[in-house]
Antibody, heavy 122, light 108 residues
């Protein structure tokens, strides 16, 4: 059974750096075609893809947020970490991590973690 | 830039067929995936690669993709199908993953 769980602060002050951790089980990032992605959703709004880390160690980023995002493997086994610098109230929302599956040029997300709500406020 | 357009809302009576569309020029050349999100819950994959169903997803859910429109079809709609539905593609030319704006399905 594949599971993912997000962890991180619920409240962040503007201009600070947000660090989120995705802990997963049931699959390996060493397996071809596997990846972990971060996706966020402002309250009442659409999903927005942020970043992805794949089995080959490659990193992919939303180009509009690239300068503020870093995705990496965590220090513990089976973890992927996302950092978002210079956080702003517009970054408020639920942050999800999800397993990304590649099949050639195609990629989808399944399953997703339960999400963690991050509020940016002074 | 690549943008997927979905109608904000679709309404359907129980037992009828609902169709949720996702539009972009030449979307038929991409593989489209669909997610269902119920209030307060994480999204769940219901269709991948245009028309494949993950295990556990009812046969009432199906997908198609051609030209400039991809469609998620739900037959014999039930009250439990009321949710937001999002389409998604991977733009391999730019290595970006893109979501549509979402469609709220209301069961009357």
């Amino acid at each position: 059974q594949v599971t993912l769980r997000e962890s991180g602060p619920a409240l962040v002050r503007p201009t600070q750096t947000l660090t989120l951790t995705c802990s997963f089980s049931g699959f390996s990032l060493n397996t071809t075609g596997m990846s972990v992605s971060w996706i966020r959703q402002p309250p009442g709004k659409a999903l927005e893809w942020l970043a992805l880390f794949d089995w080959d160690g490659d990193e992919y980023y939303n180009t509009s947020l690239r300068a503020r995002l870093t995705i990496s493997k965590g220090t513990a086994k089976d973890q992927v970490v996302l950092t978002v610098t210079n956080i702003d109230p517009v970054d408020t929302g639920t942050y999800y991590c999800a397993r990304g599956i590649f099949s050639g040029p195609i990629g989808w997300f399944d399953p997703w973690g339960q999400g963690t709500l991050v509020t940016v406020s002074s | 830039s690549y943008a997927l357009t979905q109608p904000p809302s679709v309404s359907v009576a129980p037992g009828k067929t609902a169709r949720v569309t996702c539009e972009e020029n030449n979307i038929g050349s991409y593989s489209v995936h669909w997610y269902q999100q119920k209030p307060g819950q994480a999204p769940v994959l219901v269709i991948y690669s245009d028309s494949d169903r993950p295990s556990g997803i009812p046969e009432r859910f199906s997908g198609s993709n051609s030209g400039s429109t991809a469609t998620l079809t739900i037959t014999r709609v039930e009250a439990g199908d009321e949710a937001d539905y999002f389409c998604q593609v991977r733009d391999s030319s730019s290595d970006r993953w893109v979501f549509g704006g979402g469609t709220k399905l209301t069961v009357l």
